[in-house]
């Protein structure tokens, strides 16, 4: 009896400590499981898209032939929109084409006269003059140019302002006028106090249709000595009341490098109704 009671107290004994150690083990594993939980929301699978048929429609033959038939009504709607601005700023506004006019110049008619325009000169709004009906400057540079003037006058022909020589001094203002006072030395060709120049090189009159012309030839220097000098070429008459004036100028540099055989045959084609 004795032994049986010492075994169960063995037992006892081991089943506590048994007991002891596992839960000593659940205190010891327990903090491993703290802060990580099962996310047991279910996530959101999003449907597959759906295939898209590919559609293929095949034009009738009657509708390619209405749209080949637009196509070419556009394309000759372009080409004939573009010959005004061509035909208003010559070929050298024709960047892309062949050189359609090889005389280099272009017939143009204003309010009663007309004249051969080099063709590489543009019109612009510049009205330098009073009375100024037109202005056209070169592409290249703007001393280059060409103006109109056009003026009512109580006179009923060119004669009636005296001879050429006469009506040159009148006209003088389209020559540029020194507004210079100051005292400066003869030197440089031009006199004492002065620093401006003109040369009369030609004068001459001629007859077209009853109608006299004067025609004049200037070089115009400054003492600054830009260009080396302008040249300038006016023809002028009278018809009907009105006085035309047509004046012609040019760098000295760039008169010797073409200018002068365009805009003598601009100042000689000058003609008024």
Not at 190 to 218: I, P, Q
Request: with cysteine; net charge neutral.
């Amino acid at each position: 009896a004795e032994e049986t009671s010492r075994l169960d107290i063995r037992t006892h004994r081991v089943d506590t400590m048994a007991a002891i150690t596992s839960a000593a083990s659940a205190v010891v594993a327990r903090p491993a499981f703290v802060g990580k939980t099962e996310s047991l929301r279910a996530r959101a699978v999003a449907p597959a898209a759906p295939k898209r048929a590919s559609v293929v429609t095949f034009a009738s033959a009657e509708e390619t032939s209405r749209r080949a038939a637009l196509s070419t009504f556009t394309a000759a709607g372009v080409a004939l929109a573009a010959k005004p601005s061509l035909a208003a700023y010559g070929d050298s506004a024709n960047i892309w084409g062949s050189t359609t006019n090889t005389s280099g110049f272009i017939p143009y008619s204003g309010d009663g006269y007309a004249f051969l325009l080099p063709s590489k000169y543009n019109p612009t709004r510049e009205r330098p003059y009073p009375n100024c009906d037109a202005y056209f400057e070169d592409n290249f540079d703007a001393v280059s140019n060409i103006s109109v003037i056009v003026e009512k006058v109580n006179k009923s022909k060119i004669e009636d302002f005296g001879s050429p020589e006469a009506y040159l001094e009148q006209i003088g203002y389209l020559l540029g006028q020194q507004v210079y006072s100051g005292e400066t030395r003869s030197e440089g060709g031009f006199a004492a106090n002065r620093v401006s120049t003109a040369a009369v090189l030609d004068v001459f009159t001629k007859s077209n249709k009853g109608k006299t012309y004067y025609y004049y030839e200037v070089l115009t220097r400054t003492a600054d000595g830009d260009e080396g000098g302008r040249h300038q070429l006016i023809a002028t008459t009278v018809s009907d009341g009105v006085l035309y004036t047509c004046k012609l100028q040019s760098g000295d540099k760039r008169w010797f490098k073409g200018q002068e055989r365009d805009l003598k045959q601009t100042w000689s084609s000058f003609t008024v109704a």
